[in-house]
């Protein structure tokens, strides 16, 4: 079974930083691009970042680029999301899905994406 488990959520002030790790089971992350999303309540989800497969080209949404680094490690078969500079805005559940297309990062499309985790909240107070 194909899944993808997310960890490493927590509650931090503004302006502070979290790492997420995004592990699969199932599958090689190298052979498919993986995304970042955040769902805040009331709200869609949204791709946050993304890794592709092909060239582990990175894609961030413009709230936060120069504040997130998504970054592979193949060893461990893990996808993180650096978080710095956080922002209240930024609170959320965030999940990682994969996707086998790589071209899927450049528009990061909830829908083309699957293997959702189960998340892991983002809380930032002021």
């Known amino acids: 079974e194909v899944q993808t488990v997310e960890s490493g959520g927590g509650l931090v002030q503004a302006g502070g930083s979290l790492r997420l790790s995004c592990a699969a089971s199932?599958?090689?992350?190298?052979?498919?691009?993986i995304g970042w999303f955040r769902q805040a309540p009331g709200k869609e989800r949204e791709g946050v970042s993304c890794?592709?497969?092909?060239?582990?080209?990175?894609y961030y949404a413009e709230s936060v680029k120069g504040r997130f680094t998504i970054s592979r490690d193949s060893a461990k078969n893990t996808v993180n999301l650096q978080m710095n500079s956080l922002k209240p805005e930024d609170t959320a559940n965030y999940y990682c899905?994969?996707?086998?297309?790589?071209?899927?990062?450049?528009?990061?499309?909830?829908?083309?994406?699957?293997?959702w985790g189960q998340g892991t909240q983002v809380t930032v107070s002021a």
């Open positions: 899905a994969a996707s086998y297309w790589a071209s899927t990062c450049q528009t990061m499309r909830v829908t083309d994406f699957g293997s």
């Open positions: 199932g599958f090689r992350f190298t052979d498919y691009a």
């Open positions: 890794i592709s497969n092909s060239d582990s080209n990175t």
